[in-house]
């Protein structure tokens, strides 16, 4: 009955047709170490069989394990789909032209803001700055001055020890009737200086340019711009409302 051994130095398999008598010991034909065998198991088949033509102290080295199986190649997948079918996260989609000329139609637009008419009171306003606040400037020293012409002219009538005669009185009347009517004069160009930087009133605007011509011609400058186009398309938007017109148009368009 075939037999099979292993060397406890190189821990090859050694194979015999007959098993080795207890207390014999045998070499490794592969290191050359002498052991005494201890049977691993008996050999079985054809092996045993074709053992048996062997000499009883030639000895076999046990053939080596087979060569593990290739491993299996994993299943081809489309470009567009992982394991199990499902698309890739990065794949590309490319779309119809159809679908190309529908999101052309669809992209919005940012041209919006050309329906409306911009506005002309902007504009008029900043021309109007300078001239408004020299006019403000001017009124301001004009009301001054009808303040110290009426105390003046009050002056003798109050701060007189002795009574003061028709004449004085006469004077003091003149000179105060010459203080309100220059504080008068003071309020309109100063109202005027506030409608022309508001762009508010025109007509009030170019009545208090007028009036600051006297006494320093400051008014000039403000008639000048207040017959610019442009000013005055500022004021007839101010006036007669910023978007009446197009109001207009948008309800003919419905």
């Known amino acids: 009955m075939a037999a099979s051994y292993t060397c ?6 050694l194979r015999t047709a007959q098993p080795v008598p207890a207390g014999k010991s045998i070499k490794c034909p592969k290191c050359g170490h002498g052991f005494a065998p201890v049977a691993a198991g008996a050999v079985t088949g054809t092996t045993a069989v074709s053992a048996e033509k ?3 102290d030639v000895f076999k080295l046990a053939e080596d394990d087979p060569p593990p199986a290739p491993a299996a190649k994993p299943p081809a997948f489309k470009d567009d789909e992982e394991e199990g079918g499902r698309p890739k996260a990065y794949g590309v989609i490319i779309e119809s032209e159809e679908e190309l000329a529908k999101l052309e139609k669809n992209k919005p637009r940012f041209d919006i ?4 008419k911009k ?3 902007g504009p008029a306003q900043a ?3 300078f001239p408004s606040n020299l006019l403000t400037l001017e009124g301001l020293i004009v009301l001054v001055s009808a303040i110290g ?3 003046y002219g009050m002056w003798p009538l109050v701060f007189n020890d002795a009574a003061p005669s028709d004449e004085e009185v006469e004077e003091a009347v003149i000179t105060m009737l010459l203080g309100v009517l220059v504080f008068g004069w003071s309020a309109l160009i100063l109202y005027g200086a506030s409608e022309m930087q508001q762009v508010g009133s025109y007509t009030w605007a170019f009545v208090g340019a007028i009036a600051g011509i006297v006494p320093f011609l400051v008014g000039l400058y403000g008639i000048v711009m207040l017959l610019n186009p442009k000013v005055r398309e500022g004021f007839e938007e101010a006036e007669g409302g910023p978007d009446e ?3 207009e148009e948008e309800d003919e368009e419905e």
């Open 127 to 129: 021309m109007l700055v």
């Open 245 to 247: 017109e197009d109001d």
């Open 113 to 116: 803001q050309d329906r409306f």
């Open 149 to 151: 012409i009426f105390i």
């Open 8 to 13: 406890p130095s190189c821990r090859a398999t």
């Open 54 to 56: 062997k000499a009883p």
């Open 119 to 121: 506005s002309a009171r």
